[in-house]
Nanobody, 125 residues
């Protein structure tokens, strides 16, 4: 059974940092491209970062470029999102998601139906 479990969320002050983790099981993690989405209540989910299954490519939304870094450890079946210089606008539930399609750019990527349960990130003073 496929499982994605996020951890690492919490409350942080503006300018602070958090590192999210996604532990994967039930499938061949090294064969699939992965992503982090975030969602604010009442809004559509936003793809913030994606990483190719071989780790040879990574994409970021303009809103997080230069502040967030996506990575993965295929030996540990784990994906990470290092978030630095956090802003109140980064407040959301962050989800680990398997991608069903890797496009030529981040706008072309497509999520699969496989999402984790999410972890809340709150940036506030």
């Amino acid at each position: 059974q496929v499982h994605l479990v996020e951890s690492g969320g919490g409350l942080v002050q503006p300018g602070g940092s958090l590192r999210l983790s996604c532990a994967a099981s039930g499938f061949t993690f090294s064969s699939v491209s992965m992503s982090w989405y975030r969602q604010v209540l009442g809004r559509e989910p936003e793809l913030v970062a994606a990483i190719f299954h071989t780790q040879s490519d990574a994409n970021y939304a303009d809103s997080v470029e230069g502040r967030f870094t996506i990575s993965r450890d295929n030996a540990r079946n784990t994906m990470y999102l290092q978030m630095n210089n956090l802003e109140p606008e980064d407040t959301a539930v962050y989800y680990c998601v398997i991608l069903s399609f890797w496009g030529p750019n981040i706008d072309a990527h497509r999520p699969s139906p496989v999402w984790g349960q999410g972890t809340q990130v709150t940036v506030s003073s």
